[in-house]
């Protein structure tokens, strides 16, 4: 009669419990008043597009995330979730 139910798998949508690793590229390169929008992230410049990188992020975060790309107008050209690093090495 188990009612237990087990939470050691991935969340919604595939996301890890504790979050995960995303790039997420917008077309252009944006400039410093949006890239303030994006402060957790890590915000690398490319010729033609610009790359965020967020670490640990869960599906609300990312969810957030991609709202603010929207309503600055950006075009989303790719969210892409990283592969997880390994801690024993």
Known sequence: MGGAQEDSGPG????????????????????????SAFGEMTVVLRPA??????????QAALYGILDRIQALGLELLEVRRLPA?????
């Open 12 to 35: 919604p949508a595939g996301t890890p419990p504790g979050g995960a690793d995303f790039e997420i590229r917008v077309r252009g390169r944006i400039g410093e008043a949006f890239r």
């Open 49 to 58: 597009e610009t790359v965020l990188v967020g670490a640990g992020l869960d």
């Open 85 to 89: 690093a390994d801690a024993g090495a």
